[in-house]
């Protein structure tokens, strides 16, 4: 079993910035391509930004693009999103996902090509 356990969400004033990380246990490597989604209540999980595991090339959702990074810790094997310039509309519930084999520029945008999923860390930003 693969195991992701997000962590550093918070309550968070606009323009203010939080660091997520998402760390991987059990059966898995530091190999693995690694992204981040959000949902918000009656919305679809969205993309919010990945990472492939072969060049660590990074992807970003227009909406984040400029404010967000995306990093990796192979040794750790883990992965971060530096969250900046915090706006009320990034409030949602952000989770970290992971595959094997992802690496493809269109496929690393879609939720239903990963198959691990931590359970989430909450994100709010107050106006």
């Known amino acids: 079993q693969v195991q992701l356990v997000e962590s550093g969400g918070g309550l968070v004033q606009a323009g203010g910035s939080l660091r997520l990380s998402c760390v991987a246990s059990?059966?898995?490597?530091?190999?693995?391509?690694m992204g981040w989604f959000r949902q918000v209540p009656g919305n679809e999980r969205e993309f919010v930004a990945a990472?492939?595991?072969?060049?660590?090339?990074?992807y970003y959702a227009d909406s984040v693009k400029g404010r967000f990074t995306i990093s990796r810790d192979n040794a750790k094997n883990a992965v971060y999103l530096q969250m900046n310039n915090l706006k009320p509309e990034d409030t949602a519930v952000y989770y970290c996902a992971a595959d094997p084999v992802l690496q493809s520029s269109y496929l690393i945008r879609l939720r239903s090509q990963y198959n691990y999923w931590g359970q989430g860390t909450r994100v709010t930003v107050s106006s």
């Open positions: 059990g059966r898995t490597s530091s190999s693995y391509t």
């Open positions: 990472i492939t595991w072969s060049d660590s090339r990074t």
